[in-house]
């Protein structure tokens, strides 16, 4: 049964910095691409992130381009996004996804993708 797990969010002042894991079980995540999302409340789910099996694709939103950075670690079984220079508008729960990839060239920026999601893990930006 694969499932995934997200952890590392929690409440930071602007400016400041948070990083998400996303622990897989059940996969051999070594062939897996991984997306991160997230939604704010009241507001629909929103592509972050994501990053190809191999870890050679890798594209971002335009909203956290230069301030975010996915990356894997396939011996931990567990992704990663570090979340820096934080903006109240990065407040929302964040979801780690993941699908069976096709080619280590490709990710994507789109839910419909991706098969398995975790719960989510809350990150609130504010003073």
């Known amino acids: 049964q694969v499932q995934l797990v997200e952890s590392g969010g929690g409440l930071v002042q602007p400016g400041g910095s948070l990083r998400l894991s996303c622990a897989a079980a059940g996969l051999a995540l070594q062939y897996y691409v991984i997306g991160w999302f997230r939604q704010a409340p009241g507001k629909e789910r929103e592509w972050v992130s994501c990053i190809g099996s191999s870890g050679i694709k890798i594209n971002y939103a335009d909203s956290v381009n230069g301030r975010f950075a996915v990356s894997r670690d396939t011996a931990k079984k567990t992704v990663y996004l570090q979340m820096n220079s934080l903006e109240p508008e990065d407040t929302a729960v964040y979801y780690c996804?993941?699908?069976?990839?096709?080619?280590?060239?490709?990710?994507?920026?789109?839910?419909?993708?991706?098969?398995?999601w975790g719960q989510g893990t809350q990150v609130t930006v504010s003073s």
């Open positions: 996804a993941a699908v069976r990839s096709i080619s280590d060239y490709v990710c994507y920026d789109t839910s419909r993708a991706y098969e398995h």
